[in-house]
T-cell receptor, first 114, second 111 residues
Framework: EDKVVQSPLSLVVHEGDTVTLNCSYE??????LLWYKQEKKAPTFLFML????IEKKSGRLSSILDKKELSSILNITATQTGDSAIYLC??????????????FGKGTKLSVKP | DVKVTQSSRYLVKRTGEKVFLECVQD?????MFWYRQDPGLGLRLIYF???????EKGDIPEGYSVSREKKERFSLILESASTNQTSMYLC??????????FGSGTRLTVV
């Protein structure tokens, strides 16, 4: 059975801290791994990773995929209260040449205290 | 930017009612998805569609059906709403190499 597991499920830090969120997966027909940030509404796209070992960065956020270990991490440096959100990891599966559906982890709820 | 629009942000329906949730995307994407999100369970796929008039069951299709008569519109139908279908419903669309784009969600309460 395909699955995506995120850890920790929740995390409380103080502003300025650096956090690392983990995502591991067991899927057939792996296509890509995606990270999303969800605040009050729908998830917003952060990164898509397809190649192992290549870091993607956007400001204070970065992510890297390890296909050998079937895992990915999302790093947030110098956290701010605005980083408080649920961070979702998902695997996109490949179906016959078309974009496949996503399998989501349960998310990591990050709370950043002032 | 791709826009995925869900017709209602909040909806309250009675048990047994037939409920329609509408989703429209404006980027000519082939692929559209309906998810529901519940605390502690994450996002779960209900149905998806790769083309007009085409639909595939996701992980939790029971109690739901879908309709894709036009490429831009993907409707989720609750044939007879029940209280355990109270949830946040999210529509998503993709057609290229980027990430999926989600609608703003519809919070449905069945009383």
């Amino acid at each position: 059975e395909d699955k995506v597991v995120q850890s920790p499920l929740s995390l409380v830090v103080h502003e300025g801290d650096t956090v690392t969120l983990n995502c591991s997966y067991e899927v057939t027909n792996f296509r890509s791994l995606l990270w999303y940030k969800q605040e009050k509404k729908a998830p917003t796209f952060l990164f898509m990773l397809t190649s192992s070992g290549i870091e993607k960065k956007s400001g204070r956020l970065s992510s890297i995929l390890d296909k050998k270990e079937l895992s990915s991490i999302l790093n947030i440096t110098a956290t701010q209260t605005g980083d408080s959100a649920i961070y979702l990891c998902a695997n996109a599966l490949h179906y016959g040449g078309s974009q496949g559906n996503l399998i989501f982890g349960k998310g990591t709820k990050l709370s950043v205290k002032p | 930017d791709v826009k995925v629009t869900q017709s209602s942000r909040y909806l309250v329906k009675r048990t047994g009612e037939k409920v329609f949730l509408e989703c429209v995307q404006d980027m000519d994407h082939e692929n559209m998805f309906w998810y529901r999100q519940d605390p502690g369970l994450g996002l779960r796929l209900i149905y998806f569609s790769y083309d007009v008039k085409m639909k595939e069951k996701g992980d939790i299709p029971e109690g739901y059906s879908v309709s894709r008569e036009k490429k831009e519109r993907f409707s989720l139908i609750l044939e007879s709403a029940s209280t355990n279908q109270t949830s946040m419903y999210l529509c998503a669309s993709t057609g290229g190499s980027g990430g999926y784009t989600f609608g703003s969600g519809t919070r449905l309460t069945v009383v």
